[in-house]
C-alpha cells in the first residue's frame, strides 16, 4: 500500500518559516487534487491548502498571504512554504488528496511555533 513521507517539520519562532515536503511512494499523487491538512492536540484535522492537478490553488483564511502550497509531480511531491508563523500554526501537518481517498496518512511533521 502507498504512503506518505514527510519532511521540514520543526520547531520555529513566531515569524519564522518553514517548508514541509510530503513524498508519496506507491500513490500516483499526479492525479490527484491534492491537500495539506494540519490537526493540532485534540482538534480535529482540517484543510489548509490544496492544488489541483493544474496547479488552482486554494487557501483556508488563515494560511492566505503566508502559506504556499505547490506540487512537483516529477518528483511525485507537494510542498508547503510557510511564512510568518504564529504560535497557533502549532500542529502535526499531513497530506492527502482531497477527495477522500483513503490513502493513509501516515505520522505527518510536526511544526511547533514557539518563543
Known amino acids: 500500500q502507498g504512503q506518505f513521507v514527510y519532511s521540514g517539520g520543526g520547531l520555529v519562532r513566531p515569524g519564522g518559516s518553514l517548508r514541509l515536503s510530503c513524498a508519496a511512494s506507491g500513490i500516483a499523487s499526479s492525479l490527484y487534487t491534492m491537500g495539506w491538512y494540519r490537526q493540532a492536540p485534540g482538534r480535529k484535522r482540517d484543510l489548509v491548502a490544496s492544488?489541483?492537478?493544474?496547479?488552482?490553488?486554494y487557501y483556508q483564511d488563515f494560511a492566505k498571504g503566508r502559506f504556499t502550497i505547490s506540487r512537483d509531480d516529477a518528483k511525485n511531491t507537494v510542498n508547503l512554504q510557510m511564512n510568518d508563523l504564529k504560535p497557533e500554526d502549532s500542529a502535526t501537518y499531513y497530506c492527502?488528496?482531497?477527495?477522500?481517498?483513503?490513502?493513509?496518512w501516515g505520522q505527518g511533521t510536526r511544526v511547533t511555533v514557539a518563543s
Open positions: 492527502n488528496p482531497t477527495s477522500g481517498s483513503g490513502f493513509p
Open positions: 492544488i489541483t492537478s493544474g496547479r488552482t490553488t
